[in-house]
């Protein structure tokens, strides 16, 4: 019985010890930053590659550069804090993120209702 509960603490500290990460942010694409060296993928967006073009009235340009500078901007010289939602089996970590910290705007939010 105290090896079982032993295992199971064990099993549950890396999701609780990744429950929130927060830091200065790099940006790597349009739904993607990076914290201290940890991926993170932001929960419920879908945004364009960084190498992706679109086409607009006749008009092709690099949209997910375009999506990525303006992330980019957006989160500049804040800290951010990302609630982890999951982790998938590449060990990237979905998560809903604020700028500024808790209490701050939605980056994920905010990246969806900017199209």
């Known amino acids: 019985m105290r090896w079982t509960a032993l295992l199971a603490a ?11 990460i927060t830091g200065k942010p790099a940006t790597i694409d349009a739904g993607t930053i990076a914290i201290a060296g940890q991926r993170i993928a932001l929960d419920g967006v879908d945004a364009p590659g960084w190498e992706q073009t679109c086409l607009a009235n006749g008009r ?7 999506a990525a500078s303006a992330l980019a901007f957006f989160i500049a010289g804040n800290w951010v804090t990302c609630h982890v939602r999951r982790r998938d089996n590449t060990g990237l970590v979905w ?17 969806v209702a900017q199209g």
């Open 95 to 111: 998560a809903v993120c604020y700028a500024g910290g808790d209490g701050g705007p939605e980056i994920n939010a905010w990246l």
């Open 10 to 20: 064990l099993l549950l500290f890396p999701v609780a010890a990744l429950a929130e």
């Open 60 to 66: 092709q340009w690099r949209c997910g550069m375009e």
